[in-house]
């Protein structure tokens, strides 16, 4: 059974903030930093031992016993584009368990994940040229502008985990 | 294609009793509402061709869950369920565009003869 | 008491002690509020349940009482009559008794007389004076209201399928475990540890028993829909039928049954519509005018059986083989040769239908292959008895629960995967020289059959709708494992690294979205909590048809 590194839960009980907030778990692919409402997450764990599939495609590194649920567990940067060939998960790597309506399904990401609460009004909707652009943009719900300059990119999982994307070919 | 029916009862016995007498007449029974809410939600999402209402409900007199669904589901047939003693309420509710009433308690027979000349369309 | 009439009385009985209760309540509330009007409303509305629910199950005297009651209710609220004087005392000695009535049903014991009552609570609705007893010495009436003000909760609970599944998953990981422990405990061969292992074995064996159990319903919750449904279909075909029902209190699992539900209308409406021939051409063959239609439960060592037969013309096996040549099921040279329990597999191909005359009722292009799919999804199996000019008998056989499943564990590029023992046949071992090449196909002999045999490698990764690659002996190197599953009378060879051993396995079914891969029937978790995926024969041999060079 895999630890829990955090609970995403966690940070439930906040009081309603003056200004309203958005709890993201932010994760790195291809060194550029995403994230995902803290209420589209189920849990963060270090990924399990992975039984590869057959019959599907190699972004989906398999399947993962996950507190006696089987669920898929998938590597977005392969789903995304962003690397060029398929390669297997590292020996380590962390796994943020996402809900969709109906099933859980995993993203594998190679760094620890970590909680981010930030102000509403930072996520900026993603411009509309980009969203019909490629396969990353097309899932996005907008782009988090930081005070400090950086940014991140926040995916919205119910665009993403309907079955039928999730098992379409990177182009 | 089975016609589609909704039974609203606040009494798990009376929608189990009448659930059976329905499914074992082939009707299918698409949903049970125990509640006014629950009825309107549920014939909003299910569709049915014919709704059996009991005129007397927890958080909403039968009237109104009936006024409510007539314009809501108006194609969905009303039959209102009653015991002796209710002829008021089910005089109001005919009309209301109520179709038919059973009368609690209810025999098989007399459940489908008037579950089946409501939708075929006939005066019950 | 039929099954259903038990069920009623549970219900009745359930629900009736929970309106006392909820009826107390409100009523403790109205004598500190007389006005308070939703308390009045709720005692109205339990009260006519009580009394709607009572005269359906025939218990007239709790009827009459609760009618009376809700009389004086609805004078209160319509303020006819206040909730105040001598009013309350008969109203709460109504609900006493009331409560003590139902518990009598409960009991099954005579109900306490209400006359007295009765005749009250009319004095009280004309806005007469009850009679009330004078009070009496109270230490003499102490155990007469303690019994009466005894707390009840129902002896039933009411839970979803949903929970019991999660249950009998959680009981089949169990049982998983429990083998583990086991092997390792004679393994380490400490006496203590041996003998705490044999006994969690037999706890948890009870307990898999128990909860199996619970599942359980009888066949005739289903069967009993058929009387209508064979009526239908009879008008629309002009049929004549006689349906006989037996094996209604047959037990088994609720979702097999559930599994089941099209499968077997579809046959039931098959028998009428194809099975049952029109009454005169019944009367010129001989037979009585109307057709017999029997459904049958049973049980068979662990499985149910569920029999549907028909005295109709019987199969026309010489139809059906023509048939499956012209659908290209069958070469015209095999389908010569298939014995006639072969042909009739036949019956329950995709899309294969001898109804000459496409009726509305069963012809609509959905064949037979819907039971084949229900019963290959329970791992169940499908007997056929037919004479012809006599009739055909159509026999489900049904694991009495889903709960656990034998299956064989083979390793294939260092991963397990299980199979289900239901449809495997043998395994071999065979050198190279043993096998033999025709048509670029590998051919293992078995009890003297040509079995095709594939590696099982090629068919998990073979993409698109290319055919297999053709079969080249010389890459075969040294003693070859060799798995022959059976599926609807076909035989297929599976070459797999090793046969890893035999257990009982707990299906699980694959989530979304890996769901429509159909090659796998769904994942176990092994003792070890390592996921395996179990293959899904079926899948396996249709794939290896279409594949095939």
């Not at chain 1, 990401?109 to 102000?119: C, F, N, Q, T």
């Not at chain 3, 010489?318 to 006639?340: F, H, M, S």
Request: one cysteine or more.
């Amino acid at each position: 059974m895999a630890d829990s590194v955090l609970s995403p839960l966690g940070g439930r009980a906040a009081p309603p903030a003056p200004e309203a907030t958005v709890q993201l778990i932010v994760f790195q692919l291809a060194g550029e930093d995403y994230g995902i409402r803290i209420e589209q997450v189920r849990e963060v764990t270090i990924t399990p031992e992975v039984a590869r599939m057959p019959k599907t495609p190699a972004f989906i590194k398999g399947i993962v016993n996950l507190r006696g649920d089987i669920i898929a567990v998938i590597d977005l940067e392969e789903r995304f584009g962003l690397v060029k060939t398929a390669r297997p998960l590292p020996e380590r790597s962390y796994t943020v368990a996402v809900e969709a309506a109906d099933y859980t399904i995993g993203l594998a990401v190679r760094e620890v994940p970590r909680p981010l609460r930030i102000p509403a009004a930072a996520i900026e909707a993603a411009p509309e040229f980009l969203q019909d652009s490629g396969q990353r943009e097309r899932y996005l719900e907008g782009i988090a502008k930081l005070p400090d300059g950086s940014v991140i990119i926040v995916l919205d999982m119910r665009k993403l985990l309907t079955a039928t994307e999730i098992l379409r070919l990177p182009n | 294609m089975n016609k589609r029916i909704l039974i609203v009862d606040d009494s798990f016995y009376m929608r189990t009793m009448l659930k059976n007498m329905l499914t074992d007449a082939g009707y299918e029974v698409v949903g049970e509402a125990a509640n006014g809410q629950q009825a309107l939600e549920m014939a909003a999402s299910t569709a049915p061709d014919l709704i059996t209402l009991d005129v007397i409900l927890p958080d909403n007199t039968g009237l109104d869950v009936l006024r409510g669904l007539r314009q809501q589901s108006p194609n969905a047939k009303v039959v209102m369920c009653s015991a002796v003693g209710q002829e008021v309420i089910v005089n109001e509710a005919i009309e209301n565009g109520a179709l038919a009433y059973i009368v609690k308690p209810f025999s098989e027979e007399r459940v489908l003869e008037i579950v089946g000349s409501a939708l075929r369309g006939d005066a019950a | 008491m039929t099954a259903r009439e038990q069920e009623y009385r549970e219900l009745f009985m359930a629900e009736a002690l929970e309106y006392y209760e909820s009826m107390s309540r409100h009523l403790s509330e109205l004598e500190r509020t007389p006005d308070d009007v939703p308390a009045l409303n709720e005692l109205f509305r339990l009260m006519h349940n009580l009394k709607s629910n009572a005269r359906a199950m025939g218990h007239t005297a709790i009827g009459e009482v609760a009618h009376s009651l809700e009389t004086v209710f609805g004078l209160i609220r319509d303020r006819e009559r206040a909730f105040a004087g001598p009013l309350v005392a008969v109203v709460f000695t109504g609900l006493d008794e009331l409560g003590a009535m139902i518990r009598a049903v409960g009991a099954d014991q005579p109900l306490p007389d209400a006359a007295a009552l009765l005749d009250n609570l009319a004095r009280v609705a004309r806005g007469d004076e009850p009679v009330l007893p004078a009070p009496a010495p109270a230490d003499a009436e102490a155990p007469a209201e303690e019994d009466a003000r005894k707390l009840e909760l129902s002896d039933l609970v009411y839970i979803q399928v949903r929970k019991l599944d999660k249950l009998l998953n959680l009981v089949g990981e169990l049982v998983i475990d429990r083998d583990r422990i086991l092997t390792l405990a004679e393994e380490i061969g400490h006496p203590a540890l041996q003998a705490t292992a044999r006994h969690l074995f037999r706890i948890s064996d009870d307990l898999q028993y128990s909860v199996m159990d619970v599942r359980l319903v009888g066949v005739g919750v289903l069967l009993n829909k058929f009387p209508r449904v064979v009526r239908d279909v009879a008008t629309a075909e002009g049929k004549e039928v006689e349906l006989s029902l037996g094996g209604q209190d047959v037990q088994i699992d609720r979702n097999v049954l559930q599994i089941m539900t099209d499968a077997l209308l579809h046959l039931v409406r098959n028998g009428v519509s194809h099975g049952l021939e029109a009454p005169a051409e019944r009367e010129a063959a001989g037979k009585p005018r109307v057709g017999q239609l029997r459904l049958l439960a049973l049980t068979e060592r662990d499985d149910v059986l569920i029999e549907v037969a028909d005295d109709g013309p019987g199969i026309d096996t010489e139809a059906v083989r023509r048939k499956a040549v012209e659908r290209g099921l069958a070469t015209a040279e095999l389908a010569a040769t298939l014995d006639e329990q072969a042909v009739w597999a036949f019956l329950f191909e995709p899309g294969f239908s001898t109804a000459a005359q496409v009726t509305d009722i069963s012809g609509r292009g959905v064949g037979l292959d819907v039971v084949k799919r229900a019963l290959d999804s329970l791992g169940g199996q499908l007997r056929i008895a037919s004479v012809l000019g006599q009739g055909t008998s159509f026999t489900l056989v049904l694991p009495t629960s889903i709960a656990v499943k034998g299956a064989l564990l083979v390793e294939l590029d260092g991963r397990p995967y299980a199979v289900p023992l239901l449809h495997t046949d043998t395994v071999l071992a065979l050198r190279p020289d043993e096998f033999s090449v025709v048509g670029g196909l590998l051919l293992a002999h078995v009890q003297g059959q040509a079995v095709p045999v594939v590696p099982l490698r090629e068919l998990l990764h073979a993409e698109g709708t290319e055919a297999l690659p053709a079969a080249d002996k010389t890459l075969l190197q040294g003693p070859q494992q060799v798995l022959v599953v059976n599926y609807n009378h076909r035989r297929l060879g599976l070459l797999v690294d090793q046969f890893l051993r035999q257990q009982n396995i707990v299906v699980k079914a694959l989530s979304k979205p890996l769901d429509a891969i159909d090659l796998f029937g769904g994942v176990t978790l092994l003792g070890s909590g390592q996921v395996c995926l179990v293959l899904d024969v079926p899948a396996l041999t249709r794939l290896f048809v279409a594949r095939r060079a």
